[in-house]
């Protein structure tokens, strides 16, 4: 399998422009997790997604955030609009049942994102 | 104060020695245990779970203590290639993962 599959890798942009990250989750994965990951506040997870249905949006900061997933093998992360304080690498990660004792999540590359 | 805490390090050892990190949790509730590493610029990958009677992979044991809330990670033999970020990681009630901000481990030669 080739993994959880994330792009772009490397992303920069303006300040107030609209940035769209996108993820492939491993084939036959339920749940798909967005993270966020920065020096000052580690690895923090956004958002996830069972069966395409978003469960947790706790986590997205604000409603410049939004995610999708259309299907079980796509999945959007978008901000709009953007800001510097937004900069950060943006993992997807994705995982067969995640319960307690579960499966664990398998993460992607991640997409670096520096919002000038 | 943090859900999951760690010593940032850096954790600077020669080859062949062994190390020890720390971690602990806040929540009471946590059901599942684990240590995920990162290497430099790459994503973070399960290293291995974390059982109440301790468990071992190779150089590598980790120890849970839920009296304590506390979780270790023991390397023995520290090769070049252990070099990385150490992540604590806890799963509470539902399917979340918590990380701690990571302990960094350099092995030099």
């Known amino acids: 399998d080739a993994g959880v599959i994330q792009s772009p890798r490397h992303e920069v942009t303006e300040m107030g422009q609209e940035v769209t990250l996108r993820c492939k989750p491993i084939?036959?994965?339920?749940?798909l997790f967005w993270y966020r990951q920065t020096m000052m506040r580690g690895l923090e997870l956004l958002i996830y997604?069972?069966?395409?249905?978003?469960?947790?949006d706790s986590g997205m900061p604000e409603d410049r955030f939004s995610a999708k997933m259309p299907n079980a093998s796509f999945s959007t992360l978008k901000i709009q609009p953007s800001e510097p304080r937004d900069s950060a690498v943006y993992f997807c990660?994705?995982?067969?049942?995640?319960?307690?004792?579960?499966?664990?999540?398998?993460f992607g590359p991640g997409t670096r994102l520096l919002v000038l | 104060r943090k859900e999951v805490e760690q010593d940032p390090g850096p954790f600077n050892v020669p080859e062949g020695a062994t190390v020890a990190f720390n971690c602990t949790y806040s929540?009471?509730?946590?059901?599942?245990f684990f240590w995920y590493r990162q290497d430099c610029r790459k994503e973070p990958k399960l290293l291995m779970s974390?059982?109440?009677s301790g468990n071992e992979d190779g150089r590598f044991t980790a120890q849970l203590n839920r009296a304590s809330q506390y979780i270790s990670l023991l390397i023995r033999d520290s090769k070049l290639s252990d070099s990385a970020t150490y992540l604590c990681?806890?799963?509470?009630?539902?399917?979340?993962?918590?990380f701690g901000a990571g302990t960094i481990l350099r092995v030099k030669s």
């Open positions: 990660a994705s995982s067969l049942d995640p319960a307690p004792g579960g499966e664990t999540q398998y």
């Open positions: 084939s036959g994965h339920d749940y």
């Open positions: 997604f069972n069966n395409n249905v978003p469960i947790d």
């Open positions: 929540n009471s509730a946590s059901q599942s």
């Open positions: 974390v059982y109440s």
């Open positions: 990681v806890v799963n509470n009630a539902g399917n979340k993962l918590v």
